[in-house]
């Protein structure tokens, strides 16, 4: 039997995450896979949740597939180009992307990265506003069909006169919320203000 734990701390270390990094930008709790590693030396054969895999294999730049050992491919590497546009783009361009028309992007404008599959648009993050979870520079996949919030998400929103940004989703009250080593980012609290444009599901530093 395949061991998960083993194939998720070979990933986090291939791409170079922390653990609790990597269980917040899968919109996990801060100790997902802590738990997971805890269960284990406790000798608790808890076994791993379906849901956790999932949303973890996007983040450690791998599949489902691989974790669950069902595949001896740890990066499954899509054929398909993803259109690249600066972040103030994304709203423009949802419906197109949820019509299925990804191609209409140049391909000077694309990037080719293993990615999971959905309405998927990639673009650049440019400042340090999440730099806890997405340094400064990174490629973000915002799937745009994923409209669902869920704590500790990060989600491309649009704002005041449609500017766009990244934030985390908090409940308790909701808001979205910077997650940055520099203070001063704004945080959004009037959600009737406020359109999700889509869920962040992975990360590149270099592509």
């Keep these: 039997m395949v061991d998960i734990l083993d194939r998720i701390e070979k990933r986090l270390k291939d791409v170079g995450i922390s653990a609790s990094a990597?269980?917040?930008?899968?919109?996990?709790?801060?100790?997902?896979?802590r738990n997971i590693r805890r269960a284990k030396l406790q000798g608790i054969d808890a076994g791993v949740n379906i849901r956790t895999v999932e949303a973890l294999a996007p983040v450690l730049k791998t599949s489902k597939a691989w974790l669950l050992g069902e595949s001896d491919l740890p990066q499954e590497r899509s054929g398909d180009r993803i259109p690249l546009f600066g972040i103030e783009e994304l709203r423009d361009r949802r419906q197109e992307i949820l019509a299925g028309k990804s191609g209409a992007a140049n391909v000077a404008h694309s990037v080719q990265i293993p990615a999971p599959k959905g309405s998927l648009i990639a673009t650049r993050l440019t400042d340090h506003s999440m730099s806890h979870l997405i340094p400064k520079g990174s490629v973000v996949l915002i799937d745009m069909?994923?409209?669902?919030?869920?704590?500790?998400?990060?989600?491309?929103?649009s704002v005041r006169k449609g500017r766009i940004v990244l934030r985390m989703y908090e409940?308790?009250?909701?808001?979205f919320v910077p997650s940055s080593v520099?203070?001063?980012f704004e945080a959004y609290f009037d959600m009737q203000a406020i359109e999700v444009i889509g869920r962040a599901v992975a990360v590149y530093q270099e592509i």
Excluded: F, N
């Design 22 to 33: 990597a269980s917040l930008a899968a919109g996990l709790s801060k100790d997902a896979i």
């Design 145 to 157: 069909s994923q409209m669902t919030l869920e704590r500790r998400g990060v989600y491309a929103v």
């Design 171 to 175: 409940d308790k009250p909701d808001r």
């Design 182 to 184: 520099i203070p001063g």
